[in-house]
């Protein structure tokens, strides 16, 4: 068998779109609002060749985890679906994609969650963004065995990369380095969240969910003096900034419809809805000018895909806008030594590797089981036919040493391939059976050497042989039937 993530003939397939192989616009056209997720979800299942499917929507990736049987056909099919559901024509996406299968898709994941493969290497915030996809192709119904098996194991290894390396020591994620980046236009780039270089300082918060939270609690690190939260549902910005009051922030939530009345006052804007319209237009900014101070910047960002804030914006005087384009023009920088990083997931992708083997051969030994008991059970019934005068507890006696002598014939080859499944080694089929039956070093030369051409049924009669012996010493042997699989 092979070393490939795959589950008895389907394999993980990844098609994926980020910023590293895709300009933003494209990226915009292809990404997906949350509650569109289950929809797309549901069509890349919805055929034979894919059976599971999970889609990790950020804002500067858009990839698409499949468990496919096939590997070209699952590849059109995953492409097309997309093609349809983002207007996006195939020839316009395929240039830009990225494909990896079985254990190279296995490990993609593995880095993405350790922050590996992010725009801000180490960042922390994409363990929250694949347990929420996770969670979305869960509750719909898409992940089986193998993507939650992969998922867990990506979650639990970026966890292990954040608490056991230094990789993210400068707590970065896409928040905080676009904050920082903001901070600059602002003239505060010595500062540092101990030395509060935003008092005085006001910012704007548009959404409530996720990353403006992480905003918000960033913002409240770097002293900000006072944050405004506008969202749609009153009630979430009214949340949100109460979590801020109560960290010490002075904090007021508006509704959106609110939020042009409050661009004037703030020195930061950060953006990040879920909307799939401009939230933010040039002239709510051009509008919220008037009356600032002059040569004081007003510094936009927008972390949402698709974009919140027009880009017209940041052409007005005194106005600086960072949106994912920008930002990921910024974000070569290297940070931590990653060798730590990569080593534990190197660990990792092996033991999940070892795992998928052994777990794809479980089907096959269950059948071989199962077609032993279908022939014993024949045969008992044969000996009952023809032993009808047999006493019921010698018939019983019989029943049980059949039983014992099938259990530890299959025992061994049942080990066996479990641990050759696990060490991914590939055997020729005389090689094989003898691993899966353990037979003495030496002995399938001997019965196949030409030498003993004169002994045609050599190879057979030393199995049974083999098995013979391995009946007598192993007559003490108790087990039920199944208890050694």
């Given at each position: 068998m092979s070393g490939n993530a795959r589950t008895g003939s389907a394999s993980v397939l990844l098609?994926?779109?980020?910023?590293?192989?895709?300009?933003?616009?494209?990226?915009?056209?292809?990404?997906v609002v949350d509650s569109e997720l289950p929809k797309l979800q549901l069509a890349l299942v919805d055929g034979e060749v894919?059976?599971?499917?999970?889609?990790l929507s950020t804002c500067n990736r858009m990839e698409f985890y499949t468990v496919a049987n096939a590997f070209h056909s699952g590849l059109d099919h995953v492409v097309e679906t997309v093609a349809q559901f983002s207007g996006v024509p195939a020839e316009d996406l395929e240039p830009h994609l990225y494909v990896h299968y079985a254990d190279a898709a296995a490990e993609h994941m593995l880095n993405v969650a350790s922050g590996l493969d992010s725009m801000v290497v180490g960042e922390q915030q994409i363990?929250?963004?694949?347990?929420?996809?996770?969670?979305?192709?869960?509750?719909?119904?898409?992940?089986?065995?193998?993507l939650h098996d992969l998922t867990q194991r990506a979650l639990r290894t970026g966890k292990r990369v954040h608490s056991e390396t230094t990789i993210d020591a400068a707590g970065a994620s896409m928040v905080s380095f676009a904050v920082d980046r903001g901070l600059r236009i602002l003239g505060l780039s010595d500062a540092t969240p101990t030395s509060a270089p935003l008092a005085g300082r006001s910012?704007?918060?548009?959404?409530?969910?996720?990353?403006?939270?992480?905003?918000?609690?960033?913002?409240?690190k770097l002293g900000i003096d006072h944050v405004t939260v506008a969202n749609r549902t009153l009630s979430r910005a009214e949340t949100l900034a109460d979590h801020?009051?109560?960290?010490?922030?002075?904090?007021?939530?508006?509704?959106?419809?609110?939020?042009?009345?409050?661009?004037?006052?703030?020195?930061?804007?950060?953006?990040?809805t879920g909307a799939v319209e401009t939230v933010v237009t040039r002239e709510h900014v051009a509008?919220?000018?008037?009356?600032?101070?002059?040569?004081?910047p007003l510094v936009l960002i927008d972390l949402s895909m698709p974009r919140d804030i027009a880009?017209?914006?940041?052409?007005?005087?005194?106005?600086?806008?960072?949106?994912?384009?920008?930002?990921?023009?910024?974000?070569?920088?290297a940070l931590e030594d990653e060798a730590p990083a990569r080593s534990i997931v190197a660990h990792e992708l092996a033991e999940f590797l070892e795992q998928q083997r052994v777990q794809a051969v479980v089907p096959t030994v269950k059948a071989l089981r199962h077609r032993a008991a279908d022939l014993m059970a024949e045969e008992l019934l044969?000996?009952?036919?023809?032993?009808?005068?047999?006493?019921?507890?010698?018939?019983?006696?019989?029943?049980?040493?059949?039983?014992?002598?099938?259990?530890?014939?299959?025992?061994?080859?049942?080990?066996?391939?479990?641990?050759?499944?696990a060490a991914g080694q590939a055997v020729t089929y005389p090689d094989a059976l003898a691993a899966l039956f353990n037979l003495p070093t030496g002995i399938v030369d001997s019965v196949t050497n030409p030498q003993s051409a004169d002994l045609p049924s050599g190879g057979v009669a030393a199995l049974r042989s083999v098995a013979s012996s391995r009946t007598k010493t192993t007559a003490t042997d108790h087990r039920r039937p199944g208890e050694s699989a």
């Open positions: 098609v994926g779109l980020s910023f590293r192989s895709a300009p933003v616009p494209l990226l915009e056209r292809v990404s894919i059976s599971e499917s999970l889609v363990i929250g963004q694949l347990r929420s996809a996770y969670q979305s192709a869960s509750d719909t119904g898409t992940v089986g065995r193998t910012a704007l918060i548009i959404g409530a969910g996720a990353m403006a939270s992480l905003a918000s609690t960033y913002l409240g801020a009051a109560q960290a010490g922030v002075s904090a007021t939530a508006v509704a959106l419809g609110d939020m042009p009345a409050a661009l004037g006052g703030a020195d930061l804007v950060v953006s990040a509008a919220a000018l008037p009356g600032r101070v002059p040569g004081r880009s017209g914006a940041g052409d007005l005087q005194d106005v600086a806008l960072l949106n994912i384009e920008q930002l990921t023009t910024m974000a070569g920088e044969q000996l009952e036919r023809q032993t009808e005068g047999m006493d019921p507890a010698h018939r019983a006696l019989v029943e049980r040493s059949m039983r014992r002598v099938v259990d530890k014939l299959l025992h061994t080859p049942t080990v066996q391939a479990k641990k050759l499944s």
